[in-house]
């Protein structure tokens, strides 16, 4: 069994060398992936739909990654990811509604004359308004909004059972949400990846040295 022994050691040292190398490429690929996403900026296009859709690369981070890249960054969307026992992805959106001209004509004409304009600044909305006998018109109607999505696991207790989740948040309180529709896509992890392939890889590979 002795004997033996120089081959266990050499085997476990060239597996545990494989999986280091994959894990610092994987890291590297991230990290660059990431380098190249924080300065990304929004695209829009057209969709096959033939409606407008916004675009930008996604951030890969581990538990750690996550909160330096996100959360410490963000009060609000850390208190949000803070609900989840384990997040799985966090989107957070600007949005913004606006609109030029609005205009309503009065079916039956008003019997005076008037004639009266101004201004409604909120923080979840604002427009300006004209009105007068024969109608009114709102125009440069804004309402801005921020939406956060996280989908991820959460459960009622320290060791109760777990259930994928999906929270929308918005920060206007005039936008409702009133159905959502969420999915999360299984990918199988590949053979190459597989901790027993790297173990038979190295199983060779030590013995090979050993010999």
């Known amino acids: 069994m002795k004997k033996y022994i120089p081959h266990i050691i050499i085997i476990a040292l060239v597996v545990a060398l494989l999986f280091s190398l994959q894990r610092c490429a994987y890291n590297k690929r991230v990290g660059t992936d990431n380098a190249v996403t924080l300065t990304d900026t929004v695209q829009h296009y057209i969709n096959t739909l033939g409606t407008q859709s916004a675009?930008?690369?996604?951030?890969?981070?581990?538990?750690a990654g996550l909160k330096t890249l996100l959360l410490d960054k963000d009060a609000a969307l850390a208190a949000l990811a803070g609900e989840f026992a384990k997040v799985h992805t966090i989107v957070k959106a600007e949005t913004?509604?606006?609109?030029?001209?609005?205009?309503v004509a009065y079916t039956d004409?008003?019997?005076?004359?008037?004639?009266?304009?101004?201004?409604?600044?909120?923080?979840?909305?604002?427009?300006?308004?004209?009105?007068?006998?024969?109608?009114?018109?709102i125009d440069s109607l804004?309402?801005?909004?921020s939406i956060t999505v996280i989908t991820?696991?959460?459960r009622k207790w320290f060791l109760g059972k777990?259930?994928?989740?999906?929270?929308i948040t918005n920060t206007n309180p005039y936008i409702i949400v009133t159905h959502i529709k969420a999915a999360e896509l299984t990918v199988p992890v590949p053979w190459y990846k597989k901790w027993y392939v790297w173990l038979a890889a190295g199983a060779v590979g030590g013995f090979v040295i050993a010999k």
């Open 152 to 154: 991820g696991t959460k």
């Open 55 to 63: 675009s930008i690369k996604t951030l890969q981070a581990d538990k």
């Open 162 to 167: 777990e259930t994928l989740t999906t929270d």
């Open 109 to 137: 004409t008003i019997p005076c004359d008037f004639d009266r304009s101004g201004s409604v600044l909120d923080e979840w909305y604002s427009f300006r308004y004209t009105s007068n006998q024969k109608g009114f018109k």
């Open 96 to 103: 913004v509604f606006k609109a030029d001209t609005i205009t």
């Open 142 to 145: 804004t309402i801005p909004n």
